[in-house]
């Protein structure tokens, strides 16, 4: 079975006109030349970074992705 990778950002608006971009892949089984399978993969962080509106909410999640980024390092 192959695997491919497609990579986007997917842009969307909230009923009150915020806008969003959703950082996103979606990752495809192929067997045969048809695809067998797929799955969608979302940033949640990203998405949970610009949702929040309050400044508790702000700091909160950008403590959460600044934990999550210095794991990377």
């Known amino acids: 079975m192959n ?3 497609y990579e986007l950002v997917e842009e969307s ?3 009150d006109g915020r ?7 979606i990752v495809y ?7 067998q399978q797929y799955r ?5 962080l990203s998405i949970a ?3 929040a509106k309050g400044w508790l909410e702000k700091k909160t ?3 959460i992705v600044n934990r999550m980024e210095k794991g990377l390092h």
């Open 61 to 63: 999640v950008n403590s």
């Open 13 to 15: 608006v909230t009923l």
């Open 40 to 44: 969608s993969l979302y940033d949640r």
């Open 49 to 51: 970074k610009q949702a």
């Open 29 to 35: 089984d192929v067997s045969d030349d048809k695809i």
């Open 19 to 25: 806008k969003f971009e959703i950082p996103a892949m």
């Open 3 to 5: 695997k491919a990778l």
